[in-house]
C-alpha cells in the first residue's frame, strides 16, 4: 500500500493528463469541503451549489444548467467517494495509457460521464420504478471511471493484474464483476441514479473499445473540440518579416521536426512492447510535450 501511494505521488508530479484528472477532482472536493466548514465556523447560510453541479433526472432542470452535465463528474461530497473513485482512476488508467494515448483518457472520461448522465436522465424518465423518484440529482466521477476500466479491459481481455487473496486476475473479470454488483444494486440501493450512471458509462467504455480495435476512435470529435477550446486561450504569434529568407533554415527546421517523429515513434513502439511504465522520465515528458502540440 505504501509503494502505492509514493508510485501515486511520483507520477502526480509529472503532471500527466491522468495526475490533471485526479487533481481536478481532488481541488473541486476540497473547495466544496472547505465551503461548508467557513459555513458552519461563522454560522453563516451554506451556499446552494446543487443546482449548478449537480445533474438533474428533470430535464428541464439540467437543459437550464445545461454545464452540469460536466461539473457534475468532477464533485464529490464524501472522503470515501472522491477516494475509490481517484484509486480506481488512478490504476486502470495507467492500464489505459499502456494502449491509448493520454487525449484518449481524457476524452473517454468526459465521453463516458456524459454517457452516464444522459442514460441516468432517459432512466429516471421512462421506467416505472425510477419514474417515483424524480426529480434526483446525482453527482461523482463514477461513469467517467467506469469507462476507463471497460475501455481497457475490453481492448485487451488477456491484460492481468495482480490481486491479493486472488492472484493474477484479468481485469476483463474485473469489470464485468463491478458492472454486475451495479445491475443488482438497482433494485434497491439507496444510490440508485449512480448505478445506473456506472452502467451508462460502462457501455461506453465497451463500445469505444470494440470500435477502437476496428479502427475507430468514437471520441475525436472530443479531442477536436478540446483543441478548438485552448486554442481559443492561446496567445496568437506577432507576425514578423524578415528579409533573409535562408533555405538552410527550412532543412534544419524540417529535420529537427523529423527527427522529433521518429523519437515519438520510438517511444510508441516502446509502450506497446512493455509497457507506459517502462518508460524513463525523460521519455514521459517527450510523450506528454508531444501530445499536448
Known sequence: MGNSIKSIFNNLKYRDSLSQLIIINVAVFLIIALLRVFAVLFELQTPDLQGYIEVSSNIGVTAKHIWVLFTYMFVHYEILHILFNMLMLYWFGRIFLTYFTPKNLVALYILGGLAGALFYILTFNTIPYFIKMNPSSMIGASASVMAIIFGAAFYNKDQEVMMLLFGRVKIIYIAI?????????????????????????????????????????????????????????????????????????????????????????????KIKQSGYNSLNDDEKKRLFDASNK
Open 177 to 269: 464483476f463491478i458492472f454486475v454488483l451495479d445491475f443488482l444494486a438497482l433494485g434497491g440501493s439507496s444510490n440508485v441514479g449512480g448505478h445506473i450512471a456506472h452502467i451508462g458509462g460502462a457501455l461506453t467504455g465497451y463500445y469505444y473499445a470494440i470500435q477502437y480495435r476496428k479502427g475507430k476512435d468514437i471520441t475525436r470529435w472530443i479531442n477536436l473540440l478540446i483543441d478548438k477550446i485552448v486554442n481559443l486561450f492561446k496567445a496568437k504569434p506577432k507576425m514578423r518579416v524578415t528579409r533573409n529568407n535562408n533555405s538552410k533554415d527550412d532543412a534544419s527546421y524540417n529535420q529537427r521536426k523529423y527527427s522529433e517523429s521518429l523519437e515519438i515513434d520510438r517511444i510508441l513502439d
